[in-house]
């Protein structure tokens, strides 16, 4: 057990639990999706559903725990890296270039740093707004529920904020346009022949969850919180 | 006869360790496309003693055929210079055309300290090695070795890695100076021949840990240090450091 605490700690151990984390926010952001989409599906699909979400009682707060830990855990190793890497070349090149051919150097990858910093900045204000936010009471199928879809409309007939989350969903695009790939190769999965295919599907994988998330803000914008997906 | 053509140069010159560097212009009229990118620094060096003002530049090399290492460079940004599996004393000046402008530095990072100019110590890949980079058991001559039956594709695949000539240009080209791909090399030739099985669990933490106490970064999977290797090594070698790293803590192996 000391063994493999230390081991964790060290560089392969610490590029390990990256990758896990990072997996692991994966998981949570495709079935995050998937509630959002329930906000186009019957009037109230999307208020039952976020019902039995908050009616897990304790699964909910364990899940949220390891969500929050996993969260943590990830930026404080994403920033310890870039703080790392700072440090091993104290002096930089006066010119420096990318060789190119089996380079994953890209915009996407050279600014982990920035859009996780922005996705953490983001997390807080997006809780502030809709888990924390003030919402009115409506009856559900007899019993008393949070009218989150109302919330949402409205919060998203904002410019500010539609059109806020729509950039922080495209920088969310990009780190998952590395991390994905990165992700599968931190927890050892390379194989020359899948490489490129994991890759691909990474970049696939990206923009549809960008897509699918900045989508619902535009929508409800531009529809005026009327679109016909809504009611 | 080949045609005569004119660079210019951006050279770091730096006197000692930790002193401060600068780049230094310098304009070479006799450069012939046939030259080897060091045989064109030679040039620069014969001007400079001719000119007896300066001490000549230093840069290192030894074999000068792409196969002990010795040679290192970032010509314009990239470890090696623009072509693929190419190491710096293979580069030849046919690359360039007449009125270019070529910045020259050395490796950079905090493990590989510069002695003078354009050489640095890269004696921490050494101490990598030294932790665990070699067999215990004793594999005698040749016929003795082939006693043991090794699959032809386990030993393609061994002999792939261990083509790695620790030149040190992953490290010169990784956005994090991270080592991975030198100690990954050296461990994924040795760790899949059964020569090199007894230590395989000990080799590869000790390794591992040298190569962060030598202060290199840690790996972002760039990849970056395949596309500078001048052998080609693949970034495979790097996921396999990681499986064979935890198999061997969670075997409880003294971390
Ligand atoms: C929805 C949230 C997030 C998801 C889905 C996500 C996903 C990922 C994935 C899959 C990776 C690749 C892991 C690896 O290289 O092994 C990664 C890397 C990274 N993440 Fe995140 N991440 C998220 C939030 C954050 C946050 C909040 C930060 C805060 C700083 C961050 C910073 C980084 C950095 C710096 C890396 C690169 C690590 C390296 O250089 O090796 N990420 N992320
Ligand atoms: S892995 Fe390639 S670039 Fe790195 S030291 Fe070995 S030969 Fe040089
Ligand atoms: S001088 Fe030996 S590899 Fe270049």
Redesign the pocket.
């Known amino acids: 057990m000391a063994s493999l605490l230390k081991a964790l700690k060290s560089q392969v151990g610490r590029?390990i639990l990256?990758?896990i984390t990072?997996?692991g926010?994966?998981i949570?952001?495709i079935t995050h999706l998937l509630g959002n989409l329930q906000l186009f599906g019957d009037a109230q699909a999307f208020n039952e559903y976020t019902y039995a979400l908050e009616s897990l009682g304790w699964i909910l707060y364990v899940l949220e725990a390891g969500l929050v830990f996993a969260?943590l855990l990830?930026?404080y190793?994403?920033?310890s890296?870039?703080w790392k890497r700072r440090k091993a070349r104290p002096e930089g090149y006066s010119k420096y270039q990318s060789k190119g051919g089996p380079s994953h150097q890209t915009w996407a990858s050279k600014s982990?740093?920035v859009?996780?910093?922005v996705?953490?900045v983001f997390?807080v204000f997006h809780l502030d707004t809709f888990k924390f936010g003030a919402t009115e009471t409506i009856m559900l199928n007899g019993h008393e529920a949070r009218d989150l879809k109302a919330l949402v409309i409205n919060t998203f007939l904002n410019p500010l904020y539609a059109f806020g989350y729509t950039a922080v969903m495209i920088l969310?695009g990009f780190?998952?346009g590395?991390?994905?790939w990165?992700?599968f190769?931190?927890?050892s999965m390379k194989h020359n022949q899948y490489s490129a295919l994991i890759y691909t599907v990474g970049i696939i994988f990206a923009v549809l969850m960008a897509v699918g998330f900045l989508f619902i803000p535009l929508y409800i914008y531009f529809t005026g919180g009327q679109g016909a997906l809504l009611v | 006869m080949a045609e005569e053509f004119s660079i210019h140069l951006k050279v770091w010159r730096q006197e000692g360790p930790d002193q401060p560097g600068k780049l230094v212009d310098y304009t070479l009229n006799n450069v012939n496309e046939h030259m080897s990118f060091l045989e064109m620094l030679d040039v620069l060096n014969e001007q400079i003693v001719a000119e007896g003002k300066e001490d000549p530049v230093e840069f290192d090399y030894d074999c000068r055929e792409g196969i002990c290492g010795s040679c290192n460079l970032v010509i314009n940004g990239r470890a090696h210079g623009p072509k693929a599996m190419t190491c710096t004393c293979q580069l030849h000046m046919r690359n360039y055309s007449d009125g270019d402008t070529i910045v020259v530095e050395p490796f950079r990072a905090k493990a590989f300290p510069v002695i003078k100019d354009l050489v640095v110590d890269r004696s921490a890949f050494d101490r990598i090695v030294e932790v665990g980079g070699y067999v215990s058991i004793k594999t005698g001559s040749a016929p003795d070795a082939n006693s043991i039956p090794i699959d032809k594709s386990v030993a393609d695949t061994a002999f792939d890695y261990a083509t790695c000539i620790g030149c040190g240009a992953c490290v010169a080209a990784c956005p994090?100076s991270s080592a991975s791909l030198f100690t990954g090399a050296k461990l994924a030739h040795l760790n899949r021949l059964p020569q090199g099985e007894p230590e395989r669990k000990k080799r590869t933490i000790a390794m591992v840990e040298q190569m962060e106490e030598e202060g290199f970064g840690?790996?972002?999977?760039y990849a970056e240090c395949e596309a500078v290797c001048p052998k080609g090594i693949s970034i495979s070698a790097i996921a396999e450091m990681r499986r064979n790293y935890m198999k061997a803590a969670l075997a409880g192996e003294e971390v």
Do not use: E, P, V
Request: charged letters at 5%; aromatic letters at 10%; hydrophobic letters at 55%.
């Open positions: 590029k990256t990758g990072g997996i926010l994966i949570f952001i969260f990830h930026a190793l994403g920033i890296i870039w982990m740093i859009t996780g910093i996705l953490l997390l969310l780190h998952l590395h991390g994905f990165s992700a190769t931190s927890l | 994090n840690d790996c972002s999977n």
